[in-house]
């Protein structure tokens, strides 16, 4: 019989109502955090983001998404890494924080409740960033928002039938537009100099990585966020790398780069980043 204080896992929009201190979901995680990897002075993020201390990254273990093209595969689909108490992270995150522009939460969806308490003891000094695929609710951005100053969500899809087709999702697009809605409601963008440079404190940054063969994709992607988040700030990626699992087996061409890059500025968008057509590079694919 289930215990009283028990709650079956509703996360995520996957809701796969298991009790995670005997099971595990989607995510292939129990409900204590475990970290794959910590990487300190992490400069692959966003510049406003990074600054030249860079970020104190932290890899999550497991996902609730099986992108099947994904970079990170070794620890997505879970069961790896490092476990640590809710008085571990906090630890972890006060020894280190102070040495980074932020720390950054990578892939932290299935971890939120213990995220949550953890925060609620950390004396934070720095921002705190939701690197989020946006496969979310809007009752778990909410939640997260008590603690996080700045989301940075990758909108993958504007259509259900390719998150089904590349990341076992039938309903992404349907979820993770209003997921990204909530987050700007959430969080205005707020701004700070430092040593010359313009820093985000506070705010939303709307990534796309340009896939392969699926240009249409990223073009209504960008229509998407045309039409729903005109003012925010986007960051267009070009680092799509094949890993060996997926049937997109080769980089994207200039070509479809170029398209992609025409149509932001066709649409008028202008406040964000672009990365280099030379970053589809595994140097860019931390190792684990």
């Given at each position: 019989m289930q215990k009283a204080t028990e709650?079956?896992?509703?996360?995520?929009?996957?809701?796969?109502?298991?009790?995670?201190?005997?099971?595990?979901?989607?995510?292939?995680?129990?409900?204590?955090?475990?970290?794959?990897?910590?990487?300190?002075?992490?400069?692959?993020?966003?510049?406003?983001l990074s600054t030249e201390k860079g970020v104190l990254a932290i890899f999550f273990s497991g996902c609730n998404l099986k992108c099947?093209?994904?970079?990170?595969?070794?620890?997505?689909?879970?069961?790896v890494g490092k476990i640590y108490s809710v008085d571990e992270f906090v630890k972890l995150v006060e020894e280190k924080q102070d040495k980074h522009s932020a720390i950054d939460l990578i892939t932290p969806t299935h971890f939120s409740q213990p995220l949550q308490l953890a925060f609620e003891k950390i004396d934070k000094r720095v921002?705190?960033?939701?690197?989020?695929?946006?496969?979310?609710t809007t009752k778990n951005i909410q939640n997260v928002s008590k603690f996080?100053?700045?989301f940075l969500p990758d909108f993958k899809y504007a259509s259900n039938k390719l998150g089904q087709k590349f990341s076992a999702c039938p309903d992404y697009?349907?979820?993770?537009?209003?997921?990204?809605?909530?987050?700007?409601?959430?969080?205005?963008d707020l701004f700070a100099e430092e040593n010359g440079q313009k820093i985000l404190k506070q705010g939303v940054i709307i990534r796309h990585l340009v896939?392969?063969?699926?240009?249409?994709?990223?073009?209504d992607v960008l229509d998407q966020i045309a039409e729903n988040f005109p003012s925010r700030m986007v960051s267009i990626m070009s680092q799509?790398?094949?890993?060996?699992?997926s049937l997109l087996d080769r980089k994207i061409s200039p070509a479809e780069y170029k398209l992609v890059l025409h149509h932001l500025d066709k649409l008028g968008i202008q406040n964000g980043y672009v990365q280099s057509f030379e970053s589809a590079d595994a140097c860019f694919v931390p190792e684990f």
């Open positions: 709650k079956l896992c509703e996360i995520c929009p996957r809701k796969c109502r298991v009790i995670r201190s005997q099971s595990r979901g989607f995510c292939n995680e129990n409900e204590q955090i475990a970290i794959a990897k910590v990487m300190e002075h992490f400069t692959w993020e966003e510049p406003c099947d093209y994904c970079q990170n595969h070794e620890i997505s689909r879970g069961g921002p705190v960033i939701w690197n989020t695929n946006s496969y979310e996080v100053d700045i697009f349907s979820q993770a537009l209003p997921a990204i809605c909530e987050m700007c409601r959430q969080k205005k896939l392969p063969g699926h240009v249409q994709n990223s073009l799509f790398t094949p890993n060996g699992k």
